[in-house]
Structure formats: C-alpha cells, structure tokens
C-alpha cells in the first residue's frame, strides 16, 4: 500500500460514551471525511478537503458513500470452535460435551490448529472485524497457531490457553501445575510481541480445581498486566453447578474473587444472571463484562441485562463467542444486541450498537488507547461498510430519514456483503 494513504468517505467519529451522552452527540456519522495511513497508523483524521490539501502526496482511496469505522473488536471467542459453529440443539454443558470438547481435543495437532487459525482470522476480517480476544484449547501449540497466523498478518490479538483440570474428558486435561508452568511459558514467549498480548484463560470454574484457580492467580498477581479471561454465569444449571463445587463461595465470582481473579484486568463473559453482590464488586474492581448476544439466544442462556448494566457504569464489550455464538459477524451480533434489548425493553441505539463493537470493546480490552477509534496516533484498523450491500439493505437504507437510519439498516441485515475492506494495520485485509 502506497503510504502516505488517505481514505475518503464518510467516517464515523466516536467521540465519547453514548451511554453516558445523547447517543448521537456521543458518536457522529461525519459526511466527506478521510483518514490518513501512515507506517500502521492513523495520521489524521478530518473533512477530506483539509487532507488533501495538508497531505499533497497521499494516494487517495475514494470510497463515496461507504461509511469508514473503527475495525470491529470481538472481545469474546473461541477460534478453536470455528468448525463447529452452528450446532444443533443443546444447551451449555451438553453442547460443550457433544460438541465442543471433542473439536477441541483435535487441536493437540499443530497442523490442525494452524489450519483452523488461519481460516478462523479469514472469516473475521471478511466480517470487518480487525482485533479478537480468543480463547484457545488447552494445547500450548493452539496458543502457538494462533498467535503466528495473527503475527504474520499484522494484526493485534489476545490469546490464552485455556485451563481446565477437571470435569473435561481425558486428554482435554491439564494439572494446576501445568496449567501455571504452561501459561507463563506462553506468556513470556508471547505477551507484548509485535501485537500480540496473553490473556491468562481459566476457561470456568466447574473445569478448574480450586487449586488451578489459586496458581492462575498467583500467575496473574506476577503479571498484572495481562488480561485474564473467563466465563461467568452464563446458565442458571451452570450456576448451581458451581455452587455445589464450591460449596463455600458466596456467589459465582466470589469463585474466581476468593482465587485472586477478579481485577481491573479481567474479562468475563456472558454475566447474565448475576446477584447484587457480583455487580457492585465487578463495579468496585473495574472489571470489564461481555455481552455475546448471539450465543445468549443460540444455547438458550438468557437476556444480558445492557441497558442497567451500563447505567451502573459497568465496562462492557462485545463479542461473537464463536462458535456458541451463531455467527463471525459483529454486525449480526450487533443485531442481536438490539433484539435482546428489545425483549428486555430497552432497545439500543445504532450509535451504542457501533460503539460497544469498537470502542466500548476496546475499552474492555484496556486497548482503547491504541484500537477502537478514529483519531491521531491510533492503529490503522478500519472496516469500510457499504450501506447498500444488498437489495433488501439498498431499498431501505433510500428511505432513511437520516444517517443513523441507513447505518442501523446494514446493522440489522448486513453480513460479510456490507464490509467493503478491512485495513488491518494500515494494509487491506485478504
Ligand atoms: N462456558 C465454558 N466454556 C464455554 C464455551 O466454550 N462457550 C460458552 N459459550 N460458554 C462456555
Ligand atoms: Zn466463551
């Protein structure tokens, strides 16, 4: 790519929290803009007029009508899942044991794991999306195939092995020792490379000894630094679950809490059906929330709570969690968002739907310094959208009143057809 490029078009400029502001105050569509490209990053930002006139030599990409983002951060997935997304009729633990865990033993095999890893970062950048927090299997070398393909396109990403030393199936086990030894290996070979980060990956804790969890912990108090990673409260039989294995624990997180696994720096997915308690400590610590709507409705987990949520000030990202979600695209999960939000009467605003995919994900990742929006200084990530992707969008999308109107069309039935080009690092994906 020529560099400096500069992009042109319509850019939507994420200016602040829309669930703190009047949404389209927060985040604004901005008409005839551009963005610069130079060595990965984000130049300038700005009406296109004032570019071309500030930067003479840049070669101009001129994308009309199309509707230049931040690239979407999937904060939540599993891309040792990929193949078998999409399976029939089983809630969380069955599907994890008819499906999941026997597609995760195949990924001992480095070759296999490669191979899935590069189709699983194929797929996402076909859907816009440009940064993944992944779980992996409990294979060092899946934590390996993984992190090459992403280093090898440029691309920044956060991966774990995932941890489990009991109630998983033979050969899908590890000790609490070698989940510890393990993890810091890939940490120290992985964390803070090119765009790399570790996420420490209990993956819940009915698959964790309490034991695990406290070595993870010890892991995680000697990194701070990194992310850590798990499932919370996902279905209520998983929640009784965990209170019959910890019998002591006085709710689902006081699990990872009492393990030295709750923090600033952690990740927990799903959080459907929490106590009071859990939300005011995952408040009090800073901890971040995913919302994966598409696997909410796809396992029959339940309705995440976003608009109360977020009134509390809770961080919240969100995810596709592929392959218990239904789909690699942001967009679709974006859509999901929306109805979920309806069911529970609070439906979201276009504006808030594209800043939980980009910057409210960022922030969730601690990464909203470097990823998640347009402006000077950032990452080169960016997905192009075009707003009229197919005839049943187009045909809508003409009687929009306005811009918010036209964007929340392609929210609601775009897929991988809506996403024009994924710049990732300041190059065309794929
Ligand atoms: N809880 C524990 N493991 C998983 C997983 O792989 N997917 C989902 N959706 N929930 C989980
Ligand atoms: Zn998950």
């Not at 310094?369 to 402006?375: A, H, N, V």
Request: proline letters at 5%.
């Amino acid at each position: 790519m020529p560099d400096p490029t500069l992009l042109t078009g319509r850019v939507l400029n994420t200016l602040s929290d829309p669930f703190r502001e009047p949404a389209e105050e927060a985040l604004r569509i901005e008409d005839d803009w551009g963005v610069v490209l130079e060595r990965g990053r984000i130049a300038a930002a700005g009406p296109a007029g004032d570019l071309r006139r500030d930067w003479p030599t840049a070669t101009e990409i001129a994308y009309g009508r199309d509707l230049i983002c931040p690239g979407f951060v999937d904060a939540h997935a599993h891309y040792p899942q990929t193949a078998i997304i999409a399976s029939w009729g089983k809630r969380l633990i069955d599907w994890l044991n008819s499906y999941t865990f026997p597609e995760e033993m195949r990924f001992g095999d480095a070759d296999y794991a490669a191979e899935i890893a590069a189709r699983y970062l194929d797929l996402t950048a076909a859907n816009g999306t440009t940064t993944i927090c992944t779980f992996c299997t409990i294979h060092p070398a899946s934590v390996d195939a993984i992190m090459s393909e992403a280093q090898s396109r440029g691309q920044r990403l956060v991966a774990g092995k995932t941890c489990m030393d009991r109630n998983a199936p033979e050969g899908l086990k590890d000790t609490a020792q070698s989940a510890y030894d393990d993890s810091k290996a890939l940490l120290e070979k992985w964390h803070g490379r090119d765009r790399l980060s570790y996420a420490l990956t209990p993956r819940f804790s009915p698959t964790s000894t309490p034991d695990q969890l406290s070595a993870l912990g010890a892991l995680w108090a000697e990194h701070p630094d990194c992310l850590m990673q798990t499932h919370l409260s996902e279905q209520t039989d998983e929640i009784d679950w965990v209170k019959s294995l910890y019998p002591s624990a006085r709710d689902y997180l006081d699990t990872y809490e009492s393990h030295g696994l709750l923090g600033p720096n952690g990740l927990y997915g799903h959080a459907i059906h929490l106590e009071a308690r859990e939300r005011d400590r995952l408040k009090e610590t800073g901890a971040a929330l995913v919302h994966c709507p598409t696997s909410n409705t796809f396992i029959g987990s339940g309705l995440f709570d976003m608009a109360g949520l977020a009134d509390e000030g809770q961080r919240i990202g969100l995810a596709t969690d592929t392959g218990g979600g239904s789909s690699f695209s942001m967009l679709r999960t974006m859509a999901a968002a929306y109805e979920i939000g309806q069911l529970r009467g609070t439906p979201l605003h276009a504006a808030q739907l594209l800043w939980l995919a980009t910057r409210g994900s960022a922030q969730a990742l601690r990464m909203d310094d470097r990823i998640g929006s347009i402006r000077t200084g950032m990452e080169a990530d960016l997905v192009v959208l075009d707003l009229g992707s197919t005839p049943a969008i187009q045909q809508r999308a003409e009687r929009a009143d306005d811009a918010w109107e036209e964007v929340f069309a392609t929210i609601m039935m775009g897929d991988d057809r809506a996403v024009r080009a994924t710049w990732i690092g300041g190059k065309v994906a794929g």
